[in-house]
């Protein structure tokens, strides 16, 4: 069994769809991860803060937009206009679950998982219909019955050892031997929908990988491998042929691009190698990410943006290291506030985090609970692994920079928005 993920760039047209059925044209065994197309999770939050305004006429104005864009795919698929009854019944779903109008703040995450979720759901329906239609049988799986997260909301993590039963039981009760479902959605113990983060798709591809004993997973996406660099803001990006476990793991969690940061153990935990490869021309090599590589031979740049720069200081001037770090970090914890760096002295906590729905709150919380708190907004991280003196000297001097953090192979900038 291999298993492959597609996410929503390559999914955004017929024409992706069309080219994601030359890819797996000679696969056998395959189990297919699928986000939602193009831009549809940004425009199911949109219909979500409509939900939050209580206001279902611009919600149910969204929902008509993705509705006619997802009816332009299946026309040109089935070249002419035709109604998908399971796409229809989703949509009726959806429109009736945002037109009852009981939002509370109390239950936003919940909220939020149960729209956003209708874009892989959707996605992966017509891409299976597209692929019995096209001659290719396969088995549609409700990864919200077949995936079991913690009891947790936008960004849950899974429970393998729950899932493995009722994944296997969903492919045998299915048949067959080449399956599709979604990625970035699960489902919690009391049976509501959960989302595994932005991004969660690859994760959700890896649990799988890891349940079904993969010989492989491989991720199609928008570039030829995995780069040293994001081509969009670093221009000279090069490609990295191949990435071990933990440079991965280190680099996802520094913010890049390159894979979800959990998504590396599951692989790691099964040996199964991990292909970044172009859904543009499947015959290219793209990168390997496996348990041992050769050295990289390049600096890796990762610019992590929506950063806020949180400097808290004890009004007493107690040392904050020693005495005050778990009651700042569980007020973090708390209101779901990542921390991406820390850089302390004797009475100041100086913290990058993401830029996050609670983050008031928790400046609230951290200023009732004793402390002065100076909160820097439009901020990024870049981290440089393997970086040189040019490099130093071009990016990690002059006034925009707040935070620098040196080790001998890494420096870690912290920096107003360029």
Known sequence: ????????????????????????????????????????????????????????????????????????????????????????????????????????????????????????????????????????????????????????????????????????????????????????????????????????????????????????????????????????????AVQIAELNYLDTIELAYSGAQIIHPRTIKPLQNKNIPLYVRPFGDKRKPGTVIRGMSAKVDVPILILKKDQVLLTIRSRDFSFVLEEKFAKIFALLEKYRVKVNLIHNSAVNLSLCVDQSWHISEAVAALRKGGFDVMKAENMELLTIRGYTDDLWRKYARGPQVFIKQSTQATVRIVRKHQ
């Not at 019944?89 to 939002?103: P, W």
């Not at 919690?188 to 989302?195: E, N």
């Not at 997973?217 to 780069?227: I, Q």
């Open 1 to 236: 069994m291999k298993v492959y993920k597609f996410g929503g760039a390559s999914v955004k047209n017929a024409d992706g769809v069309r080219n994601l059925r030359q890819i797996i044209d000679e696969e056998q065994q395959l189990f297919i991860i699928v986000s939602a197309m193009g831009k549809t999770t940004n425009a199911l939050e949109r219909v979500f803060a409509a939900a939050q305004k209580h206001d279902p006429e611009a919600a149910q104005a969204e929902i008509d937009l993705i509705r006619e864009n997802h009816a332009t795919i299946i026309a040109d698929l089935w070249h002419g206009p035709r109604k998908l009854e399971r796409v229809e019944a989703l949509f009726a779903d959806l429109e009736a679950f945002v037109a009852a109008n009981n939002y509370t703040a109390e239950e936003a995450e919940a909220w939020y998982d149960r729209i956003v979720a209708y874009g892989e759901l959707i996605s992966t329906t017509i891409i299976s219909e597209y692929l019995n239609y096209a001659g290719l049988k396969n088995c549609w799986i409700d990864m919200r019955s077949a995936i079991r997260t913690e009891q947790r909301h936008k960004d849950a993590e899974v429970d393998i050892e729950a899932s493995s039963p009722l994944l296997k039981a969903a492919l045998q009760e299915a048949g067959g031997t080449i399956f599709v479902g979604q990625g970035f959605i699960g489902g919690a113990p009391d049976g509501t929908t959960t989302t595994l983060g932005r991004e969660g798709s690859d994760y959700s591809a890896a649990v799988v990988a890891n349940i079904l004993d993969a010989e492989s997973m491989s991720v199609w996406k928008d570039v030829d491998g995995v780069l040293n660099a994001d081509p969009k803001i670093f221009p000279d």
